[in-house]
């Protein structure tokens, strides 16, 4: 994960849980074609549904489940510390982890 991708990453997120998910995708598309982290595609799957393009979705799904094979949602949020925090978590699950579902990720 290089430095230089962490802001846009972070405006990725942060423009993902907020519901701006128009603002979110430019974000994410710059960072996984920069970037070489699995978690980057997460997001893209994330976006891409809620926006309601389930051809891009399916892409980068297939590129996530390549990355990280076995990906279940269970499994990120036990990675994530964030999950703790009980305003992330309603946030995630709103927008991050229910556009995960629309795409057909497992959640165990």
């Given amino acids: 994960m290089?430095?230089?991708?962490f802001p846009m990453r972070m405006?990725?997120?942060?423009?993902l849980l907020l519901g701006r998910y128009n603002d979110a995708v430019r974000a994410c598309e710059r960072t996984a074609a920069r970037g070489n982290w699995w978690a980057d595609h997460v997001l893209l799957v994330a976006v891409y549904s809620q926006?309601?393009?389930s051809t891009k979705a399916a892409v980068a799904k297939t590129e996530l489940?390549?990355?990280?094979?076995?990906f279940t949602l269970d499994k990120h949020?036990?990675?994530d510390p964030a999950w703790k925090n009980p305003g992330y978590g309603l946030r995630a699950?709103?927008?991050l982890?229910?556009?995960?579902?629309k795409?057909?990720?497992a959640d165990r």
């Avoid at 405006?11 to 423009?15: A, F, G, T, V």
């Avoid at 489940?65 to 076995?70: A, H, S, V």
């Fill in 103 to 105: 795409a057909g990720l």
């Fill in 65 to 70: 489940l390549k990355r990280q094979p076995g």
């Fill in 51 to 53: 926006l309601g393009d």
């Fill in 97 to 101: 982890y229910a556009g995960l579902r």
């Fill in 93 to 95: 699950e709103a927008h």
């Fill in 77 to 79: 949020k036990a990675a």
């Fill in 2 to 5: 290089a430095e230089e991708e």
């Fill in 11 to 15: 405006i990725c997120l942060s423009n």
